[in-house]
């Protein structure tokens, strides 16, 4: 199953980068999504900053703990 989710300050999740990409979806701003496949078998689609999505690789590992932005593990 997949899905798309905002990221939100409280969500906690952890699990395998399968996909990036990028896009203007308002016309005006570029927004970085990765598809992630989580440590329970589903996967998301979630924005993420264009810090982050220029230093991971598909097959690197993220974390996002309650409190915190998504981060490379």
Do not use: C, Q
Request: hydrophobic share 35%.
């Amino acid at each position: 199953m997949f899905r798309s989710h905002k990221v939100g300050r409280d969500d906690a999740w952890e699990g395998i980068v399968t996909k990036k990409s990028r896009g203007m979806l308002d016309g005006s701003n570029m927004y970085h999504f990765v598809e992630v496949r989580l440590d329970d078998g589903e996967s998301v689609k979630v924005r993420i900053s264009r810090r982050l999505w220029k230093s991971i690789e598909i097959d690197d590992r993220i974390v996002k703990r309650p409190g915190a932005d998504p981060a490379r593990e």
